[in-house]
């Protein structure tokens, strides 16, 4: 499956980034594809298009903080989960995320 | 005809009993009416009373006049004038605000959970200080006699002037016992006011007017003259209330004729408790057992504190309604960095106080060892720093200090305040001294540099029209040769006693600088003749007149060495006065930076060592310059020695050189300004650095290992206020907990209170319950990035070790390194980073 991420934490400079590595590396290791989008303390990085996002079967919202564009994400699938959630189980949350 | 001058008032804490004791020292030797008048208050008082001069309330920047009237008022106006330029500036020390004193801070969670009982006060020396309980009394001597007794006037005058004789007498015995400089001020001060006549003259009145005893009139004066201080608007000066009942209480002491003796005998390690503590108490106290001082009623600005503060002593004040009967003879702790007592130790609470003494001292040991490291930029170019001095004593805490030698001792300290010169033999023992306290370092000494802004009033010089302009420093020597011939024969028979080499000042060209050799070499000759044992020395000069500067070719064919004196060479080569500040004698000038330049290149194309020693030395801003210019030194004062040290390690000597470059081309000192703002030549400070890193600490809880690691930053030299990123950790921590998992956590905060961006590791012997949900963590990273901070390179750092923590094998390696070295190593390849050496400190520089 195509999946889109969007990670966020409150002061953006560790939990963003590991729950962005965590989600990456076990959708590729699954077998799917996954472009995830970073808003830390550098800002937006690794920027989701809006071609990205409707080509993706579902978007990741790894975030709890209030994130930047939320409405490139009204016309697709999403789950919303806590950053430590994905850092925790990537495999729970992408098998949520793709049922 | 009465004659006077004028002055604002220097010093940031007023004029109080220290500067006083200076006033009266300088102006006792004359016989006229010396008046002070403080303009501002329209108080006055004759400069030979202490107590007077206090009393006029005097604070900085008070516009103030001294009258003099009288047979020596000439001589005593030269004298006071000077005193008060080149003395009175040095009387007193920094104010007080300067002295870090803790804000409101929440306590650390370690502290807060460790069940101690603690007494709330505030910080007024810092330091932790263990040790038992001991109450003081304030053991106020009442009078015996009771009132309404007859009173025998005759012979009450008699003790009472016994008294005071036999005070005197003893406060020159305590001065003899004590060595430490600020202890000595204040006894200096005390003594003065016991001697004071305007005190002695209000007792005897008060004996012979009041029908009262010679103590009761001493109660009656402590009363008095406490009161006036009490009424002074500055709170500085009311706390000067306490010198007052100091003095009175010894002398009640007198009276009684018990010599004072201390307070209280001291047998092992001590926490003292009391209402008031004056300053005689606290010399009376065994300082070896002395470990920390809570008080009640004592101000931050007395005298027992800055006392307390000078001997490093822990105190605590204001500490109100401690039932000290309760917890006397128990173990306490002084916590002079929070503000607190601590009573009822428990063993989390003495824990914690173990990591706090852990801190202090590791930041103590580590400036040390910076302090005695070589000048040296980050690039490796070497700027020796060494120390201006005044007096021969001064020579061991300029070491002390970091100096790396000492760049000027000025001589004519020597010769003044006296009434004819130093002998040869006294000289040479001056000189010596400070040669040997120099421990094997250079001394340069300068040859008498008088006239000018530093008149002698015994060589009875006639009076100039524009002294500045005038007979000084070497100009004048051949009219003062034979005092000239014996500071050369006392300097040269001292150059046995270390490394010395001897400064001309004042040097106008090629003639002054024969002269001068001349006699140093004939002086030379004739002490080896004499069988003298006499080490080479070598001759140099100031280089502080313009037309030195165009000499120096020639110059160099005379002499060893020079020494740009900065402060006279701006103000010839600007022709402004010392006096009045213009914006003219801007040390920034581009046209004094290109006389400096001609200066340095000159001597170095002539293999000639060069330093300066003038004030633009000490002035940090200017720092990156000097470095430019490629001088071999720079020296200057004492208190400036550390802080030009560690301004000088993180400058790249190749690109202070190209600012230099092109702060010559620019136009005005305005143009030079704006530029080296622009340009920070220094070296990026790296985000991480083998010091950061804890291995196998003991830390059991999550709040001890927070709190390792915000110490570790403090003794690092990152942050002054480790208490403050403490807090914003476990701020970040509240929203939710930073241990993600896997054995590691992630502690981080944004922050104002850290110096530069810095990651921190500890790994604990045990694992630390750290998550809400009972995760523990034995690998604890902690970041505290400054607020704003636009290191946009750092937060990339700092993404790329977020992601690499989800990978296990970087996991295992965290946990299995053995050194912090293998750690610091591990994370450059890791991170992708080339770790380039730092040659001062052996700091791993993480920047991309």
Same mark, same amino acid.
């Given at each position: ?99 | 005809?009465? $004659? ?230 500055? $709170? ?32 092992? %390690? ?119 001095? #005044? ?25 003044? %305040? ?18 040997? @306290? ?10 008498? @540099? ?20 005038? #007979? ?62 006499? @080490? ?26 020079? #020494? ?37 290149? @000159? ?61 010559? %081309? ?71 907990? $930073? ?32 998550? %809400? ?62 770790? #380039? ?12």
């Amino acid at each position: 499956m195509k999946i889109v991420a969007v990670t966020a934490c409150p002061t953006g400079i560790a939990h963003t980034f590991m729950a962005a590595e965590q989600l990456e590396k076990t959708a590729r290791r699954l077998g799917h594809q996954i472009k995830v989008e970073t808003q830390g303390s550098m800002g937006v990085e690794n920027e989701l298009t809006q071609a990205d996002i409707d080509a993706a079967g579902v978007a990741i919202l790894a975030c709890d903080i209030t994130i930047e564009k939320m409405e490139r994400f009204e016309r697709v699938k999403k789950i919303e989960v806590s950053p430590q959630e994905a850092i925790k189980n990537p495999e729970g949350v992408i098998a949520k995320a793709c049922s | 005809m009465p $004659t006077e001058f004028s002055f604002n008032f220097p010093l940031p804490n007023g004029l109080h009993a220290r500067p006083a004791s200076a006033f009266e020292e300088a102006a006792r030797p004359f016989a006229c009416e010396i008046t002070f008048i403080n303009d501002r208050t329209d108080a006055q008082a004759s400069v030979k009373s202490v107590l007077g001069m206090v009393s006029t309330g005097t604070l900085p920047g008070d516009p103030c006049r001294i009258v003099f009237d009288g047979a020596d008022e000439a001589s005593a106006r030269e004298e006071l004038r000077r005193f008060v330029a080149e003395k009175l500036p040095h009387c007193d020390d920094p104010p007080l605000e300067s002295i870090k004193v803790p804000g409101e801070i929440s306590l650390p969670p370690c502290l807060r959970d460790a069940g101690a009982v603690l007494w709330k006060a505030k910080s007024a020396a810092p330091g932790i200080g263990i040790g038992r309980i001991v109450r003081l009394s304030d053991a106020i001597v009442p009078d015996d006699r009771g009132a309404g007794a007859t009173v025998d006037a005759p012979q009450e005058r008699e003790c009472l002037l016994n008294a005071l004789l036999a005070l005197d007498r003893t406060y020159a015995e305590r001065m003899k016992e004590i060595t430490e400089r600020v202890a000595l001020g204040l006894l200096q001060a005390h003594r003065a006011m016991a001697r004071d006549p305007a005190l002695k003259a209000w007792l005897l009145a008060a004996i012979s007017g009041r029908n009262c005893t010679a103590t009761q009139a001493v109660l009656a004066a402590q009363d008095h003259f406490a009161g006036v201080f009490t009424a002074s608007a500055s $709170t500085l000066l009311r706390e000067r209330a306490l010198d007052v009942r100091d003095v009175c209480r010894q002398l009640i002491r007198e009276l009684k004729g018990s010599p004072p003796g201390p307070p209280v005998v001291l047998t092992r %390690d001590s926490i003292v408790t009391a209402e008031g503590l004056t300053p005689s108490d606290l010399l009376g106290l065994d300082r070896r057992f002395l470990k920390g001082l809570a008080l009640a009623k004592i101000g931050a600005a007395s005298h027992t504190v800055i006392l307390a503060r000078s001997f490093g002593i822990p105190c605590v004040i204001d500490i109100a309604d401690f039932p000290v009967a309760r917890w006397e003879g128990q173990d306490a702790i002084v916590d002079g960095e929070l503000g607190l007592l601590a009573v009822g130790l428990t063993a989390d609470a003495r824990r914690y106080y173990e990591m706090e003494q852990w801190r202090l001292n590791a930041r103590h040991v580590r400036a040390q060892r910076l302090t005695a490291l070589p000048g040296q930029t980050a690039d490796g170019a070497r700027l020796e720093i060494a120390s201006n001095i #005044s007096r021969p004593d001064e020579a061991a805490p300029a070491i002390a200090a970091g100096a790396e030698s000492i760049g000027l001792f000025r001589t004519e300290m020597l010769f003044m %305040d006296r009434n004819e010169a130093p002998g040869e033999e006294e000289q040479y023992q001056a000189y010596s001294r400070a040669l040997r @306290d120099a421990g094997g370092r250079t001394v340069i000494i300068r040859t008498l @540099d008088i006239g000018g802004d530093k008149p002698v009033a015994w060589l009875k010089l006639p009076a100039e029209q524009n002294p500045m302009l005038g #007979s000084r420093g070497a100009r004048l020597y051949p009219r003062i040769e034979s005092l000239i011939r014996t500071q050369i024969r006392a300097l040269l028979r001292a150059s046995v006693n270390g490394q010395l080499r001897v400064m001309i000042p004042m040097i106008a060209g090629v003639a002054e600088a024969r002269w001068v050799k001349r006699v140093f070499d004939e002086e030379r000759a004739r002490l080896v003749e004499q069988g003298t044992r006499l @080490d080479s020395v070598p001759l140099g000069a100031m280089v502080e007149i313009p037309s030195a500067a165009f000499e120096l070719n020639a110059l160099c064919h005379e002499l060893d060495f020079f #020494s740009i004196g900065s402060n006279d060479l701006i103000h010839y080569f600007t022709a402004t006065d010392r006096g009045t500040s213009t914006a003219l004698d801007d040390p920034l000038a581009p046209a004094f930076l290109r006389l400096l330049k001609k200066i340095v290149d @000159d001597s170095h194309a002539a293999s000639r060592w060069i330093g300066l020693c003038g004030e633009m030395g000490g002035n940090v801003q200017c720092l990156p310059l000097l470095v430019g210019l490629g001088l071999d030194e720079i020296s200057v004062p004492i208190a400036s020695v550390a802080a030009i040290k560690d301004r000088l390690a993180p400058l790249m000597a190749a690109e202070c050189r190209r600012l230099l470059t092109d702060a010559l %081309d620019c136009t005005t000192a305005d143009e030079v300004r704006t530029l080296m703002q622009q340009r920070e030549p220094r070296r990026p400070i790296p985000l991480f650095a083998e010091e950061f890193v804890v291995l196998d600490s003991r830390a059991a809880t999550k709040a001890e290992a927070i709190k390792t690691l915000c110490d570790t930053l403090y003794v690092t030299g990152r942050t002054d206020s480790p208490r403050q990123i403490e807090d914003a950790i476990w701020k970040r921590e509240a929203v939710y907990s $930073t241990g993600f998992g896997y054995g590691c956590a992630i502690p981080h905060c944004k922050t104002g209170a850290v110096a530069a961006n810095s990651l921190c590791i500890l790994r604990s012997q045990e694992p630390i319950p750290w998550g %809400d949900d009972g995760a523990s963590a034995s690998v604890i990273i902690l970041l505290a990035l400054r607020d704003n901070d636009e290191a946009a390179e750092h937060l990339k750092i700092i993404s790329r070790l977020a992601r690499l923590l989800m990978h296990e094998t970087f996991r295992e390696n965290l946990i299995s390194v053995k050194t912090p070295a293998a750690m610091t190593a591990f994370l450059a390849e890791q991170i992708g980073l080339s770790a #380039s050496k730092n040659p001062a400190s052996a700091v791993l520089n993480l920047e991309v």
